[in-house]
């Protein structure tokens, strides 16, 4: 028998959780997310009628949840064609580790890990469903002045 729910956001899940709608091509992501970021399926995959298309599969990644499924007709929902409006944001411990991983499963690389004014290492990779990932490690705690001061450092290098 159902009882009320304890509190409003489900154990495992952050206040906004992430969902990717794909083209027909949900259950590929999956397998392809567990392969390049290691992500962990944390339930069943559920099919539309007919065993058609996903309707909902769950993974894990780090202490986050991520939502998949494919697009239903008549929806405002549609995967991404070329590349997403929206971009995931991964912090792991070792993010070239993570880069090169992802690649090798046959992610695009956008840019290669590098050491940012703000103190993270990071780059970035597009899946081969058009969903873009940035993978960082923290690695330096700065001040907002500190911050500041790298960044008309960096943009005064972009110029030349």
């Known amino acids: 028998m159902a009882t009320p729910a304890p509190t ?5 899940f952050n206040t906004v959780t992430v969902q990717l709608w794909f083209n027909g091509d949900a259950e590929q ?22 065993g058609k298309g996903v309707m909902h599969a769950l993974l894990g990644l780090g202490s986050s949840r991520i939502m ?7 929806n405002s929902e549609h995967g991404p064609k070329e590349s997403s409006t929206a971009g995931l944001w991964v912090y792991v411990e070792d993010c070239d580790a993570l880069f090169k991983r992802a690649v090798d499963a046959g992610a695009e690389s956008l840019m290669a890990p590098m050491d940012a004014f703000w103190g993270d290492r990071m780059g ?4 081969p469903f058009g969903h873009c990932w940035a993978v960082a490690t923290w690695k330096e705690q700065l001040s907002g002045d500190e911050i ?11 110029k030349g």
Request: without cysteine; glycine residues 12%; neutral net charge.
């Open 29 to 50: 992501a999956v397998r392809f997310y567990q392969d390049a970021f290691g992500a962990k399926l944390t339930g069943p995959i559920n099919y539309g009628p007919g």
């Open 68 to 74: 998949v499924a494919d697009a239903w007709p008549g």
């Open 124 to 127: 970035k990779v597009k899946d």
């Open 148 to 158: 500041q001061e790298r960044e008309k450092a960096w943009l005064a290098s972009m």
């Open 8 to 12: 409003p956001v489900p154990e495992g």
